[in-house]
């Protein structure tokens, strides 16, 4: 597994390497998708990764979006985010930090942990460790 993050942004000509890097065979469309999503440090849905691909005449199925993303978190590549059961974005920062959900606009945003301290996280069960700790604050527009 390849836990290095990519340097932003990628140019294009980098995907292939950078997805066998991963163990990922560089197929145009796989090419494509990781292209729309590691042009710079965002969050963004397979739904949104299915417009931007269709906004740019690029024709790749929902379902194959949908598997290559997943194949993507999988492989380290990107970084799942599951913010409620029916919404998951892809967070192309794989480095250790938290997300703020604004739940009115539907938008992920990081965190700077420089000033987060976690104390006292419980201790795991015996024959496990601590792999990583997700915190995704909520939030909602005052009205």
Known sequence: M??????FPIHHDAIPGLLQK?????????????ATLL????????????KRLTEHSVSVSKATVYNTLGLFAER???????????????????EPHHHVYNV????????DTSNMHLE?????????????VDIVIRIRNII
């Open 2 to 7: 390849v836990s290095a993050n990519p340097v």
């Open 22 to 34: 991963h163990g990922i065979a560089p197929t145009a469309q796989r090419v494509e998708i990781a």
């Open 39 to 50: 042009c710079e440090r965002q969050h963004l849905s397979a739904d949104q990764v299915l």
């Open 76 to 94: 380290s590549l990107v970084r799942q985010v599951i913010v409620d059961p029916a919404k998951v974005f892809y967070d192309s920062n794989t």
């Open 104 to 111: 009115d606009e539907g938008t992920l945003i990081d965190v």
């Open 120 to 132: 006292q996280i419980p201790h795991p069960p015996s024959g496990t460790f601590v792999e990583t």
